[in-house]
């Protein structure tokens, strides 16, 4: 058997949840990948480690106060060491590079991402506010390079195993699970009081906390159902909501006969970021394997658009099309911002995200330089928003 040749892969956003879960499947497996880029926003002290350890072409941290600093730990190590947001976006045209793996949080990895794909490197996608802000864009861009695309997470992941070998025609209906996250079983009056702790304080999930709380609010899942609808080439209706509070079947598909196809797995995310790096070959785990023991129940219920409205905005968002997704995303961003600085309730979070969406000028058909300008815009009535409401 041929030995498959070595992955040169860039890690945008290596030192957050996602990039030190997918540098651990680079440990593991030497032989088949190379981290050849790092970057990271502020965390200038792990990403030097992680420099040191793995021994990339090239490292970039995105706080340009920050550089000095990791370019006088790196000193002497051949690593090119590069600062600012323009050297991300910029880093991922290396040759060198084979795949690009963007973590990066929110809006910040759309560029990155736009010029990976026009550098005609394939995309393992983590960052889902990519294909929300400017999905039309991007899969226009991957059509016309031929790149692939391969879903990091979890739920995208699961759907596009479950279609694999399946004609695409054939699919009815996408089932995507969400777990409910920590506030699942409170009444809409209890949200009212909850803390950035509680909101943090995921039952089955570790991630990083701008995920963590869209995960709390539900608008995680109403992301994943706008990218559902990019990557998987259907309609928001051809898209359903299903809350699996135990997170093991991480999304299933419907077809027209009517069968249903599900991937299922322990809730950790090696599993689907390994299954993006190493397609299509599956590589051998010891340690990520489902202990039926204890799964003695698997329950499903709808979601209560009532108690998290921004699951209902999501949708709204999506069908009147345009320019809206990029608003919500920019909107959902100042407002996870502002409650995690304790500067507004979650439960106005809603309140700005609406407010947002409904004040920022609509666009039908966006181009690129207008989604960038829609961002701004919207990110500025949104701030504006929570100045007001303080």
Known sequence: METPQRKNIAILGSTGSIGTQALDIIENYPHLFHAAVLTANHNWELLAKQALKFR???????????????????QGSGINVLGGTDAIAEIVKLPVIDMVLTAMVGYSGLIPTVNAIEARKDIALANKETLVAAGEIIISLVKKHNVKILPVDSEHSAIFQCLVGEN????????????GGPFRALTKGELENVTVK?????????????????????MNKGFEMIEAKWLFDCQPDDIEILVHPQSIVHSMVAFQDGSI???????DMHIPIQYALSYPQRLPSEKYFLDWDKVINLSFELPDYDKFPLLRYAFDAIKKGGNMPCILNAANEVAVKAFLEEKIRFTRMPELVKYTMGNTPFVVEPNLSQIIETNSEAVKIAKEWVYTHC
């Open 168 to 179: 695409r025609k054939s699919m009815r209906k996408i089932l995507l699970t969400a777990s």
């Open 198 to 218: 509680d909101a943090l304080n995921h039952p089955n999930w570790d991630m990083g906390n701008k995920v963590t709380i869209d995960s709390a609010s539900m």
């Open 261 to 267: 196809k599900a991937q299922l797995g322990i809730p």
């Open 56 to 74: 990339p072409h090239s490292v970039v941290i995105a706080n340009d106060s920050k550089y000095s600093l990791l370019k006088e730990a790196l």
